[in-house]
């Protein structure tokens, strides 16, 4: 197995369990997920609306090795399906993404969006209970109001550990289009949701009313010809966000400068190398995913066929190009027609931004250290899944002759496709959604 | 509802002691808001070791129960045993300064600065300061946020070690991690500047402003000037130019739009905090930057503070600053590209024509009241014409009157109805200004063409503004003007006009008084009882009841009283209800007003609020404030408790057949 550091510094270890579902319905398809600031937890949202917490194990001086297994904290259903009656639209409960608050105090706060509404969720312990009633005895049976000659004040008991996830804030009627992301300002008061063509700005305390600080929406409806597909805010700086556009360009906006953000101040984008032009051209080079990095000097895109990292000092053409499924370049016609050219894959950054991960078909994920140029490819499945073993990474052929252990392109399966992962903050575990099943990966622990 | 063995006291108290964790929110937030009954019915002993105890842990319920709570315990000294106990409450309190919703976090801030003064210094050492560093110390950010709002309770009143230490805890947070504590103690650093000693608000105070007005975060640096206001204030003349001046010049021109926002809309009082001299220098030169900012939002601001601004200058150098630096960037301001900076410009424009005297405001100000009534945006029109007042002292509204009027019309006509109502609303204002004769020439057609508005809204707002009139020209301007066009309109093809006449009548007839409702009114509305249309005739039963009162008996009982018993058989439904209601109002006021004032007042409940929606229901204004003196009286005859049970025994309609 020792070939594998060759790829990377870091041998990735399944644990134990799969968090999945047994049923496979559409609902159990995980939509998104996401470690918190600390990492200890990992939120998913699903087609259902539904989402899950997980926690992670505390370490335990007996059993060193187990230190990492996350259990399932708290589920609860986030959003239904709803139906818009004045534009006759159905609006899907689907869980689009989730972001973390920064812990403020002993509860957990994250906020979820569906397509129309982003909801801001506690997630809180109780481990006490009032007991003792004046108007009821212990059985609960009402007491006769007669025989009361004493009043008695309930006593907090304790009981068992009881997680409670409450909806403390919900921002609705505010998105025409359907919202593609949601990120918090570092300033922790407000934060922007997205659509196809607007970002608004929220205070997180205030529900009713929302900033309208981009807007691409052209007058006539006809000349649209870009829409916004992901926006984050600069992990410092409480002033900069970064929106990429389905034309694969990156427009960095300084909220110091204007209340209005329709003027950006950077432009990001790679001029087109016309020998490569075809018909897909422009449906591949829309971007998918845009990531600041951790220390804010970097943006990672994702379009079709590559990752992409900038540096925001550079406008005209990115640092880093990495290929994902460069193989993939001669099956776009059937890609096409079979509507995977549209899957939006995600992209993620580890916690030094030395390593980025992103998914690919037939339930793989590669990943790209930038410091020794390798990359892997690794698969997320159940047979490879043993306890304790390491991931092996696979091969796509491309040519004519197949070795051992090589996938051919032809043999890929296009409907497990790996979109949503994320990586831990600080350490090398990852989690994976491939469908209705979330792999955590770790790395080898010594 | 207790037996004989139990003490029938003690189940109320009960029941709200079970319900404090009842599963309707309601109920818990009822029993919460009764929480000084049932600590009363506890005693002061059992308060402080029962109750209390379990309030500190009911940290999981909803906002409005844990507002409710944390309001109740900053009242509740005198129910844990007085001052001597006063610590008690810390507990709950300090749990509750640590929840994350801000405004239950802020009233249990609020709560522990009242009970903070209840405390001896000692108790204040021993108990209260000690819970201050630990919410300053804390974890997580919301308990260091709430010791920010503390500092300045427990300062003045504490040894000069224990001092030492809360300036420390004070410029530890300062410098936080979170921008949320940042934001927290940039929100107090003038409310804590004030209470400490000079030495220190230069020491100390001010470095931890000048950090603060450069935070990296845009929502500190826009807090830090707000502080600016209370630091300078404190400071002695002399250094403000050292302390504060540079602070202040780099937040007016900081990169931050709205860092510049919050100087522009402080502006006023910065003004008064630093001074003539520093104004005269420092200010101005600013406040002219502001008024051609490149952000909108700023120099709508900005625009905002353009006539306090002036007021506020130094009396000797005023006119000439005005006339120099601020009206060239005001005459900019007037054409700007952004409607809302235009509009708030418009909105205090007029207010300069009194600083600035007739001679500078006919050759300086007018053109500019002229472009801004000719302006696209119909807000900006309206600002204008809201303050007309100011010029009228001035250089009287004549000056204005040629391009007034065209634009009082063009509003008048204006495509979009909430701007027509904008502009009826200050009719009445313009009539004044303007005077009788003007407004017979040129405004009343307006006036009587807005009740044939197709917009409902138009057509009310439009009767109003009659009434307005009338009560402002008086009856027989109304008789010689007025009714005359609204009676006309009793036959017009329209059944909403028609509807509109009766409108006017109920509006108009007491202004208007008892002669011309029973001679001129009166006969219109009893034709209109053989209209065609329904919604007609029971609008006359409506009227006629509302009319009743400014009518004497005579003809109440010859005339209305039997349109109305005829409208009472009436074919239609709703005609034949308003038609009763309106028998029975009119017979109770008369009787009312015949003399069983008293009887009535001891059946009505005992609400004052009450009485009067009932009244007006009735169609008896002029009797309102009467019953309201029969029902004090009243009081002074039961108990309270009593009259609370009959309340709801009571039923309007048992009221009406007295």
Redesign the interface.
């Known amino acids: 197995m020792k070939c594998f550091s060759r790829y990377l510094p870091y041998l990735f270890r399944p644990p134990s369990t799969i968090l999945s579902s047994t049923c496979h319905t559409e609902a159990d398809i995980i939509s998104t997920v996401e470690f918190n600031s600390s990492g200890e937890l990992l939120a998913t949202g699903d087609k259902g609306g539904r989402v899950v917490v997980f926690q992670r194990e505390q370490e335990s001086k007996s059993q060193p090795q187990r230190r990492g297994e996350y259990n399932v904290y708290s589920t609860f259903q986030s959003h239904e399906p709803e139906f818009d009656y004045l534009k006759s639209l159905e609006i899907e409960e689907k869980i689009n993404k989730i972001k973390w608050l920064?812990?403020?105090?002993?509860?957990y706060?994250l906020l979820s969006t569906n397509d129309k509404t982003v909801k801001l969720w506690?997630i809180?312990e109780?481990d006490?209970r009032?007991e003792g009633?004046?108007?009821?005895d212990e059985d609960g049976r009402i007491r006769?109001?007669?025989?009361?000659?004493?009043?008695?004040?309930?006593?907090?008991q304790p009981m068992d550990l009881m997680v409670e996830a409450t909806a403390?804030r919900v921002f609705s009627n505010a998105h025409t289009y359907h919202i593609n992301s949601i990120s918090v300002n570092?300033?922790?008061?407000t934060y922007i949701s997205t659509d196809d063509l607007r970002v608004n700005l929220w205070n997180l305390?205030i529900t009713d009313r929302s900033f309208n600080i981009v807007d691409i929406k052209p007058a006539n409806m006809e000349e649209l010809t870009e829409v916004i597909t992901s926006a984050e805010f600069h992990p410092?700086?409480?002033?900069t966000f970064a929106y990429s556009s389905s034309k694969g360009s990156i427009r960095l906006c300084d909220?110091?400068?204007?209340?209005l953000c329709d003027k950006h101040c950077k432009y990001f984008e790679e001029p087109e190398d016309p020998s490569t032009r075809s018909f897909f051209s422009e449906i591949i080079s829309s971007i998918s995913d845009v990531k600041f990095s951790h220390n804010g000097r970097y943006l990672m895109t994702r379009d079709y066929l590559t990752v992409k990292v900038w540096d925001l000092q550079m406008e005209n053409k990115p640092l880093e190009t990495y290929q994902v499924h460069d193989y993939l370049r001669g099956k776009l016609c059937s890609l096409y027609e079979n509507d995977c050219i549209f899957d939006k894959f995600e992209c993620v950054w580890n916690g030094s931004d030395s390593v980025i991960m992103t998914g690919s078909y037939n339930n793989f994920f590669r990943m790209f250290d930038r410091n020794t140029k390798r990359d892997v490819t690794l698969e997320a499945s159940r047979e490879n899944s043993k306890p304790r073993a390491i991931l092996k990474p696979r091969k796509v052929c491309v040519g004519g002759k197949r070795r051992k252990d090589e996938i051919s392109v032809d043999s890929l399966d296009f409907s497990k496709k790996i979109l949503h992962t994320t990586w831990h903050p600080h350490e090398n575990i990852i989690a994976v959604a491939a469908t209705n099943n979330l792999y955590i990966f770790q790395d080898k622990v010594n | 509802?207790?037996?004989?063995?139990?003490?029938d006291s003690?189940?109320p108290?009960?029941?709200l002691?079970?319900e404090?964790?009842n599963e309707d929110v309601q109920l818990r937030l009822n029993s919460i808001k009764k929480l000084s009954t049932i600590a009363l019915?506890?005693g002061v002993e059992?308060t402080r070791t029962?109750?209390l105890?379990?309030l500190t842990?009911?940290i999981?319920d909803e906002d409005e129960v844990l507002l409710a709570l944390a309001e109740q315990l900053g009242n509740f000294t005198m129910l844990v045993g007085g001052p001597e106990y006063v610590h008690c409450l810390l507990p709950p309190l300090e749990s509750l300064a640590?929840?994350?919703?801000?405004v239950v976090r802020d009233k249990a801030v609020e709560s522990l600065r009242k009970i903070s003064q209840e405390h001896s210094p000692v108790d204040l050492e021993v108990h209260f300061e000690p819970l201050v560093k630990r919410l300053a110390s804390g974890d997580?950010?919301?308990?260091r946020t709430s010791a920010c709002g503390l500092f300045s309770v427990c300062y003045p009143r504490v040894s000069s070690t224990v001092k030492a230490e809360i300036r420390q805890h004070f410029r530890t947070l300062c410098s936080d991690d979170?921008?949320?504590v940042r934001?927290a103690a940039a929100s107090k650093l003038g409310e804590f500047a004030k209470v400490l000693e000079l030495d220190y608000v230069k020491s100390d105070i001010i470095s931890l402003f000048t950090a603060l007005a450069s935070d990296?975060?845009?929502?500190v640096r826009l807090l830090a000037v707000e502080a600016c206001v209370s630091i300078a204030t404190l400071l002695p003349q002399e250094d403000l130019e050292t302390l504060v001046m540079p602070t202040l010049r780099q937040a007016a021109e900081?990169?931050?739009?709205?860092v510049r926002y919050m100087v522009a809309d402080k502006f006023s009082e910065l003004q008064k905090a630093v001074g003539p001299e520093i104004t005269k220098n420092d200010l101005v030169p600013a406040f002219q930057n502001l008024l051609k900012d490149?952000?909108?939002?700023v120099r709508a601001a900005a625009a905002n503070k353009v006539k306090e601004f002036c007021e506020n200058l130094p009396e000797d150098s005023r006119e000439q600053i005005i006339m120099t630096h601020i009206l060239p960037c005001v005459k900019e301001l007037v054409s700007d590209t952004n409607q809302h900076v235009k509009s708030a410009l418009a909105s205090v424009i007029m207010g300069l024509s009194t600083i600035l005297g007739k001679d500078n405001t006919i050759e300086h100000l007018l053109p500019l009241f002229l472009a801004q009534l000719k302006d696209e945006c119909p807000e900006v029109r309206l600002n204008i014409i809201s303050n007309l007042d100011c010029v009228n002292e001035v250089i009287g509204i004549r000056q204005l009157s040629q391009s007034l009027l065209p634009a009082i019309v063009e509003l008048a006509e204006d495509a979009k109805w909430r701007v027509r109502l904008a502009i009826i609303e200050y009719m009445p204002l313009l009539a004044g200004q303007l005077g009788v004769e003007f407004f017979d020439e040129k405004l009343n057609t307006l006036c009587m063409a807005w009740l044939i508005d197709h917009v409902y809204a138009i057509r009310e707002a439009a009767t109003c503004n009659l009434m307005k009139l009338v009560e402002k020209f008086g009856a027989e301007w109304a008789q010689n003007t007025i009714v005359p066009k609204v009676l006309g309109m009793a036959n017009d093809p329209n059944y909403l006009h028609r509807m509109t006449t009766l409108f006017c009548i109920n509006a108009l007839s007491e202004a208007c008084g008892q002669d011309i409702t029973t001679k001129q009114m009166l006969p219109v509305v009893l034709k209109m009882s053989n209209d065609q249309v329904a919604n007609v005739r029971f609008n006359v039963a409506k009227s006629l009841q509302k009319i009743g009162p400014v009518l004497d008996s005579n003809a109440l009982q010859s005339e209305v009283k039997p349109v109305l018993e005829k409208l009472a058989t009436d074919t239609d439904m709703d005609v034949k209800y308003f038609a009763q209601e309106a028998i029975s109002g009119t017979a109770a006021a008369k009787q009312i007003i015949f003399g069983i004032l008293h009887l009535t007042a001891l059946i009505l409940p005992p609400n004052p609020e009450w009485t009067t929606t009932h009244l007006y229901s009735l169609g008896m204004f002029q009797v309102e404030l009467v019953l309201v003196d029969q029902y004090k009286a009243v009081l002074g005859v039961h108990s309270l408790h009593h009259l609370t049970v009959q309340e709801g025994a009571l039923q309007p309609r048992q009221a009406q057949a007295v």
Request: with cysteine; hydrophobic share 35%.
């Open positions: 920064p812990q403020q105090n002993a509860a706060f506690k809180s109780r006490k009032p009633y004046n108007l009821k006769n109001p007669s025989t009361i000659t004493s009043l008695r004040v309930p006593v907090l403390r570092s300033d922790l008061q305390e410092q700086q409480c002033h909220m110091r400068q204007a209340a | 509802m207790a037996g004989a063995d139990g003490d003690l189940y108290i009960a029941v002691i079970d404090l964790r019915a506890l059992r029962e109750l105890p379990f842990d009911t999981y640590t929840v994350e919703e801000t997580w950010f919301t308990s979170t921008p949320m934001r990296e975060q845009d929502s900081d990169k931050s739009w709205r490149c952000e909108a939002e």
